[in-house]
């Protein structure tokens, strides 16, 4: 998981699409139009259309498929229960539980890999208290350290026997590496913070400013806009 998170964010800071070239107001716009759409639609056929439409996203922002499909497939791990659970007989039913977190995690993969991280979080930065914004964004570049954090710890327990042995011993040993896990994480925070006040933090870690700055290529997803109105306009209705 931790490479396919780094590849994704190294890819939406070195890719050359329009999309990637787009503000990422103009992105953040399309993207909650589309989440919200596949959430709030009755319609089958327009869930349909969406799907395709958010597929056409990520492929065309030159993202490797492989890379795509991982991404886009952890919500059907998660959603597979719920939909067998609400399973009515019919094939309608699981069709939409299923393209609904579809539709949201294509256009988040399509969205993440073309957008750099600062441009996604100060927009958040002001929409957010300022505590709760500059937390998310930390918490963000925290998670590549703690998760590979997370992979040599598994990786020294294996070479060292910790896998093997009494159920009792397994889950003692996994304790003990969530308890250190947690305890490096506390302890990286806090030097991280005393780094911040050392170089002159004021409050608020997301200061750009060109996340807002409208470009050519914004006439793309001004046009990918308009195609998801005018399917929403026609489709909404339709089983």
């Not at 954090?149 to 159920?167: K, V, Y």
Request: charged share 15%.
């Amino acid at each position: 998981m931790i490479n396919t998170i780094g590849r994704i964010d190294q890819m939406a800071s070195s890719g050359g699409t329009p999309w990637h070239r787009a503000s990422a107001i103009a992105k953040l716009l399309l993207a909650a139009t589309l989440v919200t759409l596949a959430v709030a639609s009755p319609s089958l056929t327009l869930l349909g259309v969406l799907w395709a439409g958010a597929w056409f996203l990520a492929l065309t922002s030159r993202l490797p498929r492989a890379l795509v499909l991982v991404a886009a497939g952890y919500p059907l791990v998660f959603s597979s229960l719920f939909v067998i659970g609400s399973w009515d007989g019919s094939w309608q039913t699981p069709a939409r539980l299923l393209l609904r977190p579809l539709i949201a995690s294509l256009t988040a993969v399509w969205l993440v890999g073309t957008t750099p991280y600062p441009d996604l979080f100060a927009p958040l930065s002001r929409a957010l208290p300022r505590s709760v914004g500059d937390g998310l964004f930390l918490t963000y570049r925290a998670l590549f350290d703690v998760m590979a954090r997370a992979e040599r710890l598994w990786r020294a327990l294996r070479l060292r026997g910790g896998t093997s042995g009494p159920s009792r011993r397994r889950l003692t040993l996994a304790g003990e590496g969530l308890a250190t896990l947690v305890l490096y994480g506390f302890e990286r925070s806090q030097r991280q913070y005393s780094t911040m006040l050392l170089r002159g933090h004021s409050g608020r870690v997301c200061g750009c400013r060109h996340w807002a700055e409208w470009t050519r290529e914004d006439g793309y997803v001004a046009l990918a806009g308009a195609a998801v109105a005018a399917a929403a306009t026609l489709l909404w209705r339709r089983a």
